[in-house]
């Protein structure tokens, strides 16, 4: 069945497009040191965790945490098995962290495969936290604003197999239940996958409550309700559950599926397409600068009352009764819907019209992600093509490549040229259904990064656009638009690129700055325009300039590899193996 596709409608009121550049500051950051009693538990990657995909899901693991509920609060799990809790009130008088939880047992002792030890905070009130053995546990943490001297309280600890990270929680009440959703990310040995890294990779979707009570007192204990499983094969970029457990969301390289549900592997109902001759390829189509046309192959009998066919300046939608539609999802560029036809041919096909809305460029596909078409060249697009590529070819090889024009040098390619090699997807799936009901073709969007902007609502994801880099926060109780471009960091999409050594980025919850940070040492920090002082002239355009984005570098005092990288509106937490730098960015 063809998955709903929908877009990522950009903002255009968000754009900058007279952005110059960032113009470096020399202003110095203040920066302040903490250092730590014991080494943060970081957990270096064995031989056995070779593969892209463990990098991405430990060796990159950000080791801090921020409180989402609480401003200037961030958390970190060191060697002695301790949740430390640092809040800044006054950055001259930073104290020591605080011990909220301690386990029971070392984790480091325990045989077996570990993972770094992994913490969500779940609510104003909870939080969940893996030993990196496999153990989940469930704490009460009381208003930790209010009370962060109060240690935290377990009130669920259970083994769930295999070890996992702790990616996404979130907490939601309903008729006196509570219950708490996690999500959890494993790496695991896939026999089946002869041809790729022979690993897999499954997030489990696991709900806690506390809605059976036990023994006399029927007391409610907090146990596992619901275990939901999906299957992938890259590790995701963004996941995370949706308020009330209603969907999940997941952007990723390569798609991701449920396969189980409480250890029961999800049944596939059998498929409803229809038969329209045994071929992959459904529909044929042909372009010119002005219009496409596209010719969909119908099953025998079709008649017009029987076709569905719905069309919108980028969604096309072509089906046939009540069957799953034929072509489905957004469009390659925009058309006009006004000036676009549809008719039926000789009773096997439906040609349909579509009208540019922009003459002129070539589209390289009708529906993002759909591969079921063949594209038709004119003999005269095919004379032009051969003319355009005529200097490629030659009858005699180039014996020196030196001389002319040389061939293109792959080691020459900046980070920007380059593009994942399965288009990365968004796709948002239903939490009763577990089908997907919205999916997003990424494609050159890179993923930058994930922040939570509101703590009633999901993290947002930045994406590169072009040169820029977009905030996007989902919003599922839209019908439509269900992911909200809220925020715009000019040139950053570009400006990352080039930093080869980045290791985490981030932003400020009130969008006033994006800062990255790279493996060792160096903090960049990017601010929004803000008006200037004095009157600058911009000779080459002949125009005063109103407003100038300041870029700042801050060097740190150490040799240790940055471990965390965190962001509030006011200061940048940067924690590394044996200290914690906190940089006051705003006033």
């Given amino acids: ?91 001259t008088a930073l104290g020591k962290p605080c011990e909220m939880f301690r386990f029971e047992s070392d984790p480091s002792s325990c045989e077996g495969e570990q993972l770094c030890a992994s913490l969500s905070l779940t609510s104003a009130t909870w939080a969940t936290l893996s030993d990196g053995t496999g153990k989940l546990t469930l704490l009460r943490t009381s208003k930790r604003g209010e009370s962060s001297h109060i240690k935290w309280e377990p009130m669920f600890s259970e083994r769930l197999g295999e070890p996992f990270i702790i990616v996404h929680s979130l907490a939601h009440m309903l008729s006196h239940v509570y219950t708490i959703e996690v999500l959890l990310l494993r790496v695991q040995k896939d026999p089946s996958d002869t041809k790729g890294s022979g690993f897999s990779i499954s997030l489990e979707w ?13 007391e409610r204990k907090y146990g596992v309700r619901k275990r939901r499983m999906m299957k992938g094969k890259s590790v995701p970029h963004y996941t995370a559950v949706e308020p009330r457990g209603k969907g999940i969301i997941v952007a990723s390289e390569k798609p991701f599926a449920f396969t189980e549900v409480d250890g029961l592997p999800l049944e596939e109902p059998p498929a409803e397409d229809m038969e329209v001759e045994n071929s992959d390829l459904i529909y044929f189509w042909q372009q010119t600068e002005e219009d496409v046309t596209v010719c969909v192959r119908l099953p025998e009998g079709t008649t017009k009352d029987d076709i569905r066919f719905k069309l919108t300046v980028d969604c096309l939608r072509v089906g046939v009764g009540d069957h799953a539609p034929l072509l489905n999802g957004q469009l390659f560029a925009p058309v006009d819907p006004e000036a676009s036809t549809w008719t039926i041919k000789d009773d096997k096909s439906l040609e349909v019209s579509l009208q540019k809305r ?32 005529s200097y490629l070819t030659a009858e005699d090889l180039n014996p020196n490549p030196e001389k002319d024009k040389p061939p293109c040098n792959a080691q020459e390619m900046e980070d920007c040229d380059m593009f994942p090699e399965d288009s990365s997807t968004l796709m948002r799936f239903d939490g009763a259904t577990l089908k997907p009901t919205h999916v997003v073709s990424l494609g050159s969007h890179q993923f930058l990064f994930s922040v939570h902007i509101d703590p009633s609502e999901m993290p947002a994801f930045c994406l590169r656009h072009d040169v820029d880099a977009l905030l996007w926060q989902p919003r599922p109780n839209q019908d439509n638009d269900i992911w909200e471009h809220i925020s715009t960091f000019n040139a950053l999409g570009y400006v990352q690129a080039s930093k080869r050594d980045k290791k985490f980025a981030t932003c400020a919850p009130n969008f006033s700055y994006a800062a990255l940070c790279e493996c060792l040492r160096r903090v960049f920090i990017y601010r929004q325009p803000t008006p200037v002082d004095t009157v600058l002239f911009n000779r080459k355009q002949g125009r005063q300039v109103g407003q100038v984005a300041k870029q700042q570098v801050a060097n740190l005092d150490t040799n240790d590899p940055v471990l965390g990288f965190r962001a509030t509106n006011e200061r940048l937490f940067v924690l590394t193996a044996n200290n914690l730098f906190v940089l006051k960015v705003n006033n």
């Fill in 1 to 91: 069945m063809a998955l709903p596709n929908c877009s990522l409608k950009v903002n255009r009121e968000l754009l900058d497009p007279g952005f110059e550049s960032y113009r470096l500051s020399l202003d110095s950051i203040p920066t302040y040191n903490v250092e730590l009693d014991a080494a943060v538990a970081e957990v270096k990657l064995k031989d056995s965790q070779y593969t892209l995909d463990h990098v991405r899901a430990f060796g990159m693991y950000n080791y801090l945490h921020i409180d989402p509920w609480y401003e200037d609060s961030v958390y970190f799990v060191d060697s002695k098995g301790r949740v430390l809790n640092l809040t800044v009130t006054l950055d």
């Fill in 206 to 218: 696991i709900t806690v409550d506390n809605s059976a009570g036990q023994g006399e007192s029927k």
């Fill in 358 to 389: 922009s003459e002129g460029p070539l589209w390289s596909e009708v529906v993002l992600g759909d591969r079921r078409g063949e594209y038709l060249m004119s003999d005269e697009q095919k004379s032009q093509l051969q003319q355009r590529l």
